[in-house]
């Protein structure tokens, strides 16, 4: 496939995703989500029940490991590469969680704020393989 063809199909595919968000959000604006006026209970020390206020031990355990992958890997491979794809991975990841956060204290169930997570995400690599099919 040449440049141009690539192009022609990431802008139709851009289109049908647009057509998409554009079709789910009219059919989205008829039934809108209102949360239940019931309040949450709460425990005795102000806490609302279900959260944890303690930090995870399963959440340290996962910063070490990250950590034992980025340094294995900047062992491996040029640590300027690794560099840049943590980076990005960390921009990508901060771009999808603020989607997701915005779209619950919007009042959108779960599953529905991580499809426009990921619909949005997907809608943004289409952007960026267009644009490096436009400049390379």
Do not use: C, N
């Amino acid at each position: 496939m040449s440049a141009r063809e690539l192009l022609l199909v990431s802008v139709v595919m851009g289109l049908l995703a647009v057509g998409t968000a554009a079709s789910v959000g009219r059919i989205r604006r008829e039934a809108t989500y209102r949360p239940s006026s019931r309040r949450v209970p709460r425990l005795a020390g102000g806490t609302v029940a279900g959260s944890s206020t303690v930090r995870s031990d399963t959440v340290g355990l996962g910063l070490v490991a990250l950590l034992a992958v980025f340094l294995v890997a900047t062992a491996v491979v040029d640590t300027a590469l690794v560099a840049v794809v943590a980076l990005a991975t960390a921009i990508l990841g901060y771009f999808a969680w603020g989607v997701y956060s915005l779209a619950r204290l919007r009042g959108l169930p779960r599953a529905h704020a991580v499809g426009l997570s990921v619909w949005l995400f997907g809608v943004v690599l289409i952007g960026v393989v267009a644009v490096q099919l436009l400049v390379g």
